[in-house]
C-alpha cells in the first residue's frame, strides 16, 4: 500500500471512530478531542475544580498504549529525551491555552468544520497562519537541541503511569472526580472509548498522521499526501453527519463553540505556532510520549497544566465566549512562542547555496 492511500485509510478510520464515539456518548463535534479529553482528565485529577469538565478519559490512556503496542511491534520503540524538556513543557502550557480558548485541539477543528461550524473555518486560518509562522523560523533554521538515546526505562515510565491510572480508573473509579452534568458527563461507554483510543494511538504511531505535518508539509515541500488524509478524515465525519441530520451550517448555535472570529483565529494561531516548535500536533505529542519520547512526554504535562491553569484562573472560552484572562494568556503565548523562535534560530534565513 502507498503511503498516501495509507494516510487515506487512515483518515477515514479516525474519522469513523470519532463518529462512533460521538454517536455512542462523547459530547457532540467532539468524538475525539486531545485538548478537551486532557482536560476533563485534569479535572478528574483533581487538578481544577470545574465541576462541568472532570472525567478520565480513556481515550487518553488508550492513545498511549495503542502507540506503545504498534511502536513495539514495529520495533520503533526507541527512548529519548533532554532536547529542553522545561521550554517544551511551557510550550505545551502554551498549546494548550490555544486550544483552550478556541475550545477543541486541531481533530476537533476538523470535526466541528465537518458537523458545519463555521467558526473553525476561521480557527483552521488562524491555525494555517500559526503554522506559516513557524515555517518562517524553520527556513532559518530553527531548531532545539537534539534529543538523546535513554534507557528503556527512561522511555516507558509515561505509559505505565497511563496504564496505572487506567487501571485505578477501571477498578477504584471513586477516587477520580467526575462530572454530573456538562461535557464531562457525556462519554462513551468505556469499552468502546479505549478501544477506540488504542486503534487511533496505534494508526497515528503507524502513519505519523499530523495535523502541523499536513500544512506544514505543504508550506514546505508541496507534499499533499497527509492533506488527502485529513480530508478523506472530513469528509467521512461530514457524511456521517449528514446522514445522521447532524450538519448544522453557520456560526452561532453550535455545540461547545464560541463565535468570536478573533479569538478563535488567535487560539489555533498559537496552537499551530507552538505545535511547529514542538514537532507535532496534541495528538502526535501524546502518541510520541507513548512511543518512548519523554520530551513528548513533557509536552503532554505542560498541557495538563494547561488545562488545570485554564479552568483555574478563567482562562479558559466557553458558548459565552473569551474570558479577559484567557485573551492576555493567548497574547502572552503568542509573544513567548515568537521569542523561542527568534532564540533558536539562524540570523539570516537559508539560501538555496545553503
Not at 478510520?13 to 485534569?42: E, K, Q, S
Not at 504498534?70 to 520503533?76: I, S, T, W, Y
Not at 499530523?210 to 508541496?222: A, E, P, T, W
Not at 448544522?248 to 468570536?260: E, S, V
Request: positive net charge.
Amino acid at each position: 500500500m502507498s503511503k498516501t492511500l495509507l494516510l487515506i485509510v487512515s483518515g477515514v478510520a479516525i474519522g469513523a471512530l470519532a463518529l462512533l464515539l460521538a454517536a455512542n456518548g462523547n459530547p457532540p463535534n467532539m468524538g475525539v478531542c486531545v485538548a478537551c479529553f486532557l482536560r476533563d482528565t485534569a479535572g478528574a485529577l483533581k487538578l481544577h475544580s470545574a465541576a462541568p469538565v472532570q472525567y478520565l478519559r480513556p481515550e487518553i490512556p488508550g492513545f498511549i498504549l495503542g502507540a506503545f503496542a504498534a511502536a513495539l511491534v514495529a520495533r520503533e520503540f526507541k527512548p529519548e529525551a533532554g532536547s529542553s524538556p522545561a521550554l517544551r513543557l511551557v510550550l505545551g502550557f502554551f498549546m494548550m491555552t490555544g486550544c483552550l480558548m478556541f475550545l477543541g485541539c486541531p481533530l476537533r477543528m476538523v470535526l466541528r468544520i465537518a458537523g458545519g461550524d463555521l467558526n473553525a473555518v476561521v480557527g483552521l486560518f488562524g491555525f494555517a497562519a500559526g503554522i506559516g509562522i513557524g515555517a518562517l523560523f524553520l527556513n532559518r533554521d530553527f531548531s532545539l537541541p537534539p534529543s538523546k538515546p535513554q534507557t528503556t526505562g527512561e522511555g516507558v515510565w509515561f505509559t505505565l503511569l497511563a496504564a496505572l491510572l487506567l487501571g485505578l480508573f477501571l477498578f477504584k473509579s471513586e477516587l477520580f472526580a467526575a462530572s454530573e452534568k456538562g461535557p464531562g458527563a457525556n462519554h462513551a461507554p468505556i469499552w468502546l472509548s479505549l478501544a477506540g483510543g488504542l486503534i487511533i494511538g496505534a494508526i497515528v504511531q503507524r502513519t505519523r498522521f499530523c495535523f502541523i505535518g499536513m500544512i506544514n508539509h505543504i508550506f514546505l515541500f508541496r507534499r499533499f499526501s497527509m492533506f488527502l488524509g485529513v480530508a478523506a478524515l472530513t469528509l467521512v465525519v461530514f457524511a456521517g453527519n449528514l446522514a445522521l441530520g447532524q450538519v448544522n451550517a453557520g456560526f452561532d448555535g453550535q455545540p461547545i463553540a464560541h463565535a468570536d472570529a478573533l479569538w478563535n483565529f488567535l487560539g489555533m494561531m498559537l496552537t499551530g505556532l507552538c505545535g511547529v516548535f514542538l514537532g507535532g500536533c496534541p495528538l502526535r505529542q501524546v502518541v510520541g510520549a507513548g512511543q518512548g519520547n519523554s520530551d513528548a512526554a513533557m509536552t503532554v504535562i505542560g498541557m495538563l497544566l494547561g488545562a488545570a491553569a485554564a479552568h483555574n484562573f478563567a482562562l479558559a472560552s466557553s458558548a459565552a465566549g473569551p474570558t479577559p484572562g484567557g485573551k492576555g494568556a493567548v497574547i502572552a503565548g503568542i509573544v513567548f512562542a515568537v521569542a523561542v523562535g527568534l532564540l533558536y534560530s539562524r540570523t539570516k534565513p537559508r539560501t538555496s547555496a545553503a
